[in-house]
């Protein structure tokens, strides 16, 4: 059974930073793109970042570029989200996600397993 736990999230003031993880179990890891989502209350689930299998590509929602960056660690099973100069706006529940189609990254519908999400909380 394929799991992803995230981690990390938590209260940060303005322009703090915060280092998400995902720990994902029961696939093979280094066969999977993986991807961050975010969710804020009222809003829907919007795309963050994806890394390719092999760590060669990244990609970022243009909200978020310049500022996060997404990592990973095969011999680990994870996915990192570092985040920095957070703004209130950044405030939602960030979920990992492990792209199982051959879809785009940016797209949801990639995506075929998906994390419980952590809660960030950015205060102005």
């Known amino acids: 059974q394929v799991q992803l736990v995230e981690s990390g999230g938590g209260l940060v003031q303005a322009g703090g930073s915060l280092r998400l993880s995902c720990a994902a179990s029961?696939?093979?890891?280094?066969?999977?793109?993986m991807g961050w989502f975010r969710q804020a209350p009222g809003k829907e689930r919007e795309f963050v970042a994806a890394i390719s299998r092999r760590d060669s590509n990244t990609f970022y929602a243009d909200s978020v570029k310049g500022r996060f960056t997404i990592s990973r660690d095969n011999a680990k099973n994870t996915v990192y989200l570092q985040m920095n100069s957070l703004k209130p706006e950044d405030t939602a529940v960030y979920s990992c996600a492990a792209a199982g189609t051959g879809l785009p990254y940016t797209y949801q519908k990639a995506y075929t397993n998906w994390g419980q999400g952590t809660q960030v909380t950015v205060s102005s």
């Open positions: 029961g696939l093979t890891f280094s066969s999977y793109a």
